[in-house]
C-alpha cells in the first residue's frame, strides 16, 4: 500500500562519495563522459604504434570506439553464462595476440573479475612484458570499495548513468594520466542538457506531453553531441556543483535494497542472469531479465510505464566469438533498480514484468 502524508524523511547530507575516491591511493579526475575517459586512458596506456587490447565481447561501440581512435587493435574474448571472464580462452589470446592492455568489466557487479585478472598477472610475468589492465565499472559505481582490486592500473566509471548529472565520467589511475590531451569544459553542452533534465524531472508532475517530447528530443540531441566526441573534455562546473550533493552511501542503499526486493519478486517467474545473486550486498547498476521476442516486451512494458534499456547492440566480430554475448544481445533487458525508486515503485515493476513476460498482455 501506498502511504501518503506522514511525517517528511531527513534531508541526507552529502557524504563526498567522489571526493573520497582519492582515498583509493591513485590519481583522480573527473571528465565529461565515460567514453571520453576511455579515451584518456587508451592514449595514456601506450605509445607504442603497433598495439593491442582485448575486449569482453559484450561490450557497445561507445567502450571499443576510444581505443579505435587512439590506434588499438581490438580483439575480443569470451565470457561465461553468468557474465564471467572464461579464462580458457582469455589464456589463448593472451598468446596469440600478445596485448599491451586488457579491458574488464564487472557486470552489473556480479561478475568478479579477479581470476581473469589474475590470469593476466600471471602471463605477464611469464613473458616479462607490461599489461594495463584497465576496468569499468559504470554497472557498480557505488560498489568501487567493495570490488577494488589493486592489480587494476586504471578504473573509469560514467557517472551519468548512475546520477542525475548533466555530464561526468571519473578515471581512477596509478600513474599520471595524459592530463594535457583535455580541452576546456563545454558549457553549452553542460546547460542544454541541465535544462532537459529539470524538465523532465518536472514532467512527473505535470504530465505535460508536449514538454516530454522537447527535453526528451533535447537528451537525443546530447547524446549525438557525444557520440561525436574526438577530444577530451573535463567534467562541466555545473555537473561539479551536482557531485558535490551526492550521498553516496544512501545511493548505495537504496540500490541494494531495490536489487533485492526485485529478484525476490521475479525469481523462478522471470529468467534471469546467472549469479546476480552476488551483486546483492553491492549497488548494483540494474537487473538483466531475458526474454524472447525482446523488441515486443519492451515495447509492452513501455506502454504500461516499465522502461528497459538494450545493453549494448554488439558488432558481428563479437556475436562470432561468444555465444554468450550473441544470446545477450539478443534477448536482455535492463530493469532499472536505482535510487529512484521506492518499495511500491520495484512491487508495482514487478507486477507489470511478470504479466507481460507471462504474455498476459502480449
Known sequence: MREYGSEHPA???????????SELGKEVLFLRSGREALMLAAI???TEKEKTILFPAYCCWSMSA???KAGWKIVYYRLNEDLTVNTDYLRLLLDQEK???VLTMNFYGSASTVEAIQVVREYETKVNVKIKVIEDFSHCTFSIR????PEVDVYVSSIRKSVGVCDGSVILSKESLAIEYIQEEQKDFADKRFVAQTEKGRYSYSKDQERKREFLNTIRECEGIINEFTIVHPISERARMQLAQV???????????NMCHLWTLLNGKVEMVSGLERCLDGAPFSLPILVDNRDEVQRAMAKRGVYTQLLWPICEEAQKVCAVSKMMDARMLSVPIDQRFSWDDIEDMARIISDVVKGLIL
Open 99 to 101: 596485448p599491451l592492455a
Open 66 to 68: 576510444p581505443f579505435e
Open 146 to 149: 567493495n570490488i577494488f582490486n
Open 44 to 46: 595514456t596506456s601506450s
Open 247 to 257: 550521498n553516496g552511501d544512501e545511493i548505495a542503499f537504496a540500490r541494494r535494497e
Open 11 to 21: 534531508i541526507v547530507l552529502p557524504d563526498g562519495y567522489f571526493d573520497k575516491l
